[in-house]
C-alpha cells in the first residue's frame, strides 16, 4: 500500500515550508534576515550526531565484516568510481560553458562586494599533498569525533573496527553496544527532522530577505546554464551508470525526495547525511558500504561542486574578456581535480574552494568572484542537491558491484514508497 503525499508527510512540510519562506522574505525582508538563525540551528543538530552515526557505523560494519581484503577492496572501488566521476563532471561544466558563453558581455566593473572572508579561508585551506594526509590523521582518538572533519574520523573508525575484526568472539559484546548506540543516536535524528521544516523556512526567508527575489533572475544565464548542465549530468550521466547497475535513476530521486527537499531548503548536503545514511540501508545497500562510501564521497565526489566550480571559473574568464586556450583550461581542469576534493558539504563552501582555484590560477581575476556574490546561494543549492543524488548513486552502484545489494529489500521499499 502506498502512502499518501499529504501533509502529515515531511516532504508535504519542507515544501509548504520553502514557499512560505519565500513569501516571506519577498514582503518582510527586514524580519526576514534574522530568520538565519533558525536553519544555523538545524545545521548544528544534525552536524551533533553527524560524527557518532559514521564512526559507529564503520565501525559495526568493518568488525561484522571480517574480511580486510573486502574492505580493502570496497575502499578502492569507491575511490576509483569517485575519480572518473566526478572528472567527468568537471569536464561536462567546462565544455558547455564554452559552448553557452554565460559570461560573455557581462560587465565585470560592476563586480562589487567584499570577497576578503573568502579569500582569507581559500588562502588557509590550501596546502599540498603531504598537508592534506597530515590533515587525515588526528592529534587524538577523542579530538578527531571532537572536531567532526570526516576524514579524520573515518580513519579513526576504520582503524577501530579492524582491530574489533581481529578480535574474533572477544569483540561480540562491543559490537553489540555499538549497534544499540546507532540505533539510538538514529532515534535522535528522526527527532531533529520534525524540525526541519522550520530550519527550511528560516534559510529561504533569510535568502530572499537579503539578497531580494530579483536575485533570482540576475545573472540568469549563468544559473540557467549551471541548473541545466547539473540536471543533464544527473538524468544523463547518473542515470545511465543507473541503468547499467540496474536501477532508475527516476524511482532512486523520487525514493530520497524528502532528502533532497531538506538539502534544498538548507543548502546543505551535510544536513541530509544522516538520513540519506539510514535511507540507502532501508534501500537495499549493505551497511558495510553505506559507512564506507557515503562520508568519504562527501569529501571525494562532490559532482554538483565540480560542475559549478569549472563553469564558474570559465564565466569570470569571459566575464573579464580573459581568453583561455585548450591548453590552459586542461590545467585549469587539473587544478580543479585536486581542489573540488576538499570541498565540503556545507553552505559556501564551494565558494571559498573556487576562491582557492583562482588563487593557484592567476590568469583569471580571483576578484571576480564578487560577481557571484549575489547568487552563489541559489547555485549553492544545486550543487548540493547534485551532491547528494551523485553519492546516493554512488553507494548503490558500490554496493551492487560488491554483490551486497538486498534486492528483496530494494524492492519492498520500491514498492511501498516509489510512484507508479
Avoid at 540557467?224 to 547539473?230: D, E, F, G, I, N
Avoid at 532528502?259 to 551535510?270: A, K, M, N, P, R
Amino acid at each position: 500500500m502506498k502512502k499518501r503525499f499529504g501533509f502529515k508527510s515531511l516532504t508535504a512540510q519542507v515544501l509548504t515550508a520553502i514557499v512560505l519562506g519565500i513569501l516571506f522574505g519577498q514582503f518582510f525582508p527586514k524580519y526576514a534576515v534574522d530568520l538565519k538563525v533558525l536553519a544555523d540551528i538545524f545545521i548544528k543538530l544534525i552536524k551533533m550526531v553527524i560524527a557518532p552515526i559514521i564512526f559507529l557505523t564503520v565501525v559495526t560494519g568493518i568488525a561484522g565484516m571480517g574480511d580486510m581484503k573486502k574492505l580493502g577492496r570496497v575502499g578502492g572501488k569507491a575511490l576509483i568510481y569517485f575519480e572518473v566521476v566526478s572528472t567527468f563532471a568537471l569536464a561536462i561544466g567546462l565544455i558547455v560553458v564554452n559552448i553557452v558563453k554565460p559570461g560573455v558581455g557581462v560587465n565585470a566593473s560592476a563586480a562589487k562586494g567584499d570577497i576578503s572572508t573568502y579569500t582569507k579561508q581559500a588562502a588557509e585551506a590550501s596546502h599540498g599533498v603531504m598537508d592534506f594526509i597530515m590533515s587525515i590523521i588526528p592529534d587524538n582518538l577523542i579530538g578527531a569525533l571532537a572536531k567532526g572533519e570526516l576524514l579524520p574520523i573515518l580513519f579513526v573508525a576504520v582503524l577501530f573496527g579492524v582491530a574489533l575484526a581481529s578480535m574474533g568472539e572477544r569483540a561480540k559484546s562491543v559490537i553489540d553496544l555499538f549497534e544499540k548506540m546507532t540505533e539510538g543516536i538514529f532515534r535522535i535524528v528522526n527527532m531533529v527532522m520534525k524540525v526541519s521544516p522550520i530550519a527550511a523556512f528560516g534559510a529561504m526567508s533569510y535568502t530572499i530577505g537579503k539578497f531580494g527575489i530579483g536575485t533570482l533572475f540576475y545573472l540568469g544565464k549563468l544559473m540557467a546554464s549551471v541548473y541545466l548542465t547539473m540536471a543533464l549530468f544527473i538524468v544523463v550521466v547518473l542515470g545511465l551508470i543507473a541503468k547499467f547497475y540496474g536501477f532508475s535513476i527516476f524511482k532512486f530521486i523520487a525514493y530520497i525526495k524528502e532528502e533532497i527537499l531538506l538539502v534544498l531548503g538548507t543548502s546543505s548536503s551535510e544536513s541530509a547525511l544522516p538520513r540519506m545514511m539510514e535511507r540507502l540501508q532501508k534501500y537495499g545497500c549493505s551497511k558495510t558500504t553505506v559507512g564506507l562510501v557515503l562520508p568519504t564521497g562527501y569529501s571525494f565526489n562532490l559532482d554538483g561542486t565540480a560542475i559549478y566550480l569549472s563553469m564558474a571559473a570559465m564565466f569570470i574568464a569571459q566575464a573579464y574578456g580573459v581568453h583561455l586556450s585548450v591548453g590552459q583550461q586542461l590545467t585549469l581542469l587539473g587544478i580543479l581535480m585536486l581542489t573540488s576534493k576538499g570541498a565540503a558539504g556545507v553552505t559556501g563552501s564551494g565558494f571559498v574552494t573556487l576562491a582557492a582555484t583562482l588563487t593557484a590560477f592567476p590568469m583569471v581575476p580571483v576578484a571576480g568572484i564578487a560577481l557571484l556574490l549575489g547568487v552563489d546561494r541559489f547555485m549553492s543549492e544545486a550543487r548540493a542537491i547534485t551532491n547528494l543524488i551523485g553519492n546516493g548513486v554512488a553507494t548503490v552502484v558500490i554496493s551492487k558491484s560488491e554483490k551486497e545489494f538486498g534486492t528483496e529489500a530494494a524492492g519492498s521499499v520500491q514498492e511501498t514508497q516509489l510512484p507508479a
